[in-house]
């Protein structure tokens, strides 16, 4: 009986370590690998370097490749996905001849087309000073201009945003990012235009793009305040956001052979990824690569968070007017008063289980989250409490009426960045009336 049990207790033991095994080495399964289009400085990697893939996100948009035993995060445009490592040689291959080198367009609006011709179709319109990527080079129609055929070569190239294409090396500044001298020469002006343009825009939270296309613009987070600071005439570059404040000291700032400026004296490091978007990165304490996006908006975020703020307050000012005191046999009076402030007696039977003991009987009120489209069939919004008596914020789905207000606890874990969409499984459900009636 004991060689039996021992017989099962080693096979369990095996059969674990083989579980833990294969999960751990499932995770770092290689789906296939990937060729650098565009060099990746903050990576030390360069065109046509070549990089295992573990998982390829659609939601991110990003593949995660394994890099020196670290797992790290490349946007999907920045690499070519092969299925084997034969096909990535024969992709290299392909692109050999201008593995190295760049291009700083001379033309405003020049069009990249989907053929080698001057007829093809546009697919996208290059703004000038623009670098793009040489892939490589293609057989097309002669461009004539004046009777006379142009010199130069089609060639297919890629935008730092993934955009792909033909265009005529007429109108490009063709440069070697291996030779840093032959870059500064033949891209001297254009970098100049480009890192003046880079000091004098301003640089905000890549999120707040999001927030703006979402129509979910939360003030606390959207402020002038936030951003990245080059510090041109200062010497110091800030990152300022609501939970990160970092200042880097330089003495100049370059241009590398791979295309990113480097803020001399500083580990930071900037990179253009389109036209109205920067990766800023540095390394840490830890010696850990940290990126952070900063966007230019042709919106001024002030004005957007002042609209929310008065549409939230326009909000709170309906629950004034149509009460303000709404009454509950169950859950007590609620009253609200100007200026975001409520008191709430009778409330016990929710405590301790939504309100903390001890909590007294006002504090301030404000709408602070957003909810899904889902959800406002049935809802207006989210409320938050604050007892003055409690550290922590209460939120409950609100609906207001002439009859009165409803409103359904929220957990917190049913909020994701700013906005509920989910609703308990068991709601806990509140109803109270206008003066003079009762729920």
Same mark, same amino acid.
């Given at each position: 009986m004991k060689k039996l049990r021992c017989f099962y207790n080693t096979k369990l033991i095996l059969t674990v370590l083989c579980f833990v095994f294969f999960t751990i080495t499932g995770c770092s399964k290689k789906i296939g690998y990937g060729v650098v289009n565009?060099?990746?400085?903050? =990576? $030390? +990697?360069?065109?046509? #370097?070549?990089?295992?893939?573990? %998982?390829?996100?659609?939601?991110?948009?990003?593949?995660?490749? /394994?890099?020196?035993?670290?797992?790290?995060?490349?946007?999907?445009?920045?690499?070519?996905?092969?299925?084997?490592?034969?096909?990535?040689?024969?992709?290299?291959?392909?692109?050999?001849?201008?593995?190295?080198?760049?291009?700083?367009?001379?033309?405003?609006?020049?069009?990249?087309?989907?053929?080698?011709?001057?007829?093809?179709?546009?697919?996208?319109?290059?703004?000038?000073?623009?670098?793009?990527?040489?892939?490589?080079?293609?057989?097309?129609?002669?461009?004539?201009?004046?009777?006379?055929?142009?010199?130069?070569?089609?060639?297919?190239?890629?935008?730092?945003?993934?955009?792909?294409?033909?265009?005529?090396? =007429? $109108? +490009?500044?063709?440069? #070697?990012?291996?030779?840093?001298? %032959?870059?500064?020469?033949?891209?001297?002006?254009?970098?100049? /235009?480009?890192?003046?343009?880079?000091?004098?825009?301003?640089?905000?939270?890549?999120?707040?793009?999001?927030?703006?296309?979402?129509?979910?613009?939360?003030?606390?987070?959207?402020?002038?305040?936030?951003?990245?600071?080059?510090?041109?005439?200062?010497?110091?570059?800030r990152i300022m956001l609501k939970d990160e404040q970092l200042a880097f000291s330089y003495t100049g700032i370059t241009k590398n052979r791979m295309g990113a400026y480097q803020f001399e004296g500083s580990p930071l490091l900037l990179q253009i990824r389109d036209s109205d978007t920067i990766a800023v990165n540095y390394t840490d304490e830890k010696g850990r690569v940290q990126i952070r996006y900063f966007i230019t908006l042709k919106e001024d975020p002030q004005e957007l968070a002042q609209a929310e703020t008065e549409r939230r307050n326009d909000a709170l000012q309906t629950l004034v007017t149509t009460g303000p005191v709404f009454n509950s046999v169950n859950y007590g009076v609620l009253e609200f008063t100007d200026g975001g402030r409520f008191h709430w007696k009778g409330y016990q039977v929710l405590s301790p289980a939504i309100i903390p003991r001890g909590a007294g009987n006002s504090g301030s009120v404000a709408i602070r989250y957003f909810i899904s489209a889902k959800l406002k069939t049935e809802y207006m919004g989210i409320l938050s409490f604050k007892f003055d008596g409690s550290g922590d914020w209460i939120d409950f789905f609100y609906t207001v009426s002439k009859q009165g207000v409803k409103l359904e606890y929220v957990k917190p874990e049913n909020i994701t960045d700013g906005v509920a969409s989910v609703r308990s499984l068991n709601p806990v459900i509140l109803f109270f009336g206008t003066e003079g009636t009762e729920e």
């Open positions: 565009w060099s990746i400085p903050e =990576y $030390n +990697l360069t065109a046509s #370097d070549v990089v295992p893939i573990l %998982v390829r996100s659609n939601i991110s948009k990003v593949y995660i490749a /394994e890099l020196n035993k670290q797992k790290i995060e490349i946007p999907l445009w920045q690499l070519t996905f092969c299925a084997s490592k034969r096909e990535a040689e024969a992709y290299i291959k392909k692109t050999a001849e201008y593995r190295s080198v760049y291009a700083a367009v001379k033309l405003d609006g020049l069009p990249l087309r989907s053929t080698p011709d001057n007829t093809g179709k546009q697919v996208y319109r290059l703004r000038e000073s623009q670098i793009v990527k040489v892939l490589w080079k293609g057989e097309g129609a002669p461009v004539i201009a004046r009777d006379k055929p142009l010199e130069g070569d089609w060639l297919y190239v890629m935008t730092n945003d993934g955009t792909r294409g033909w265009c005529f090396s =007429y $109108n +490009l500044f063709m440069y #070697d990012e291996g030779e840093p001298s %032959v870059s500064r020469q033949t891209t001297e002006t254009v970098a100049d /235009e480009i890192l003046t343009s880079i000091l004098k825009s301003r640089w905000y939270p890549e999120y707040y793009r999001d927030m703006i296309r979402k129509k979910q613009i939360d003030p606390e987070r959207m402020t002038d305040n936030f951003g990245f600071f080059p510090g041109e005439g200062t010497g110091v570059a």
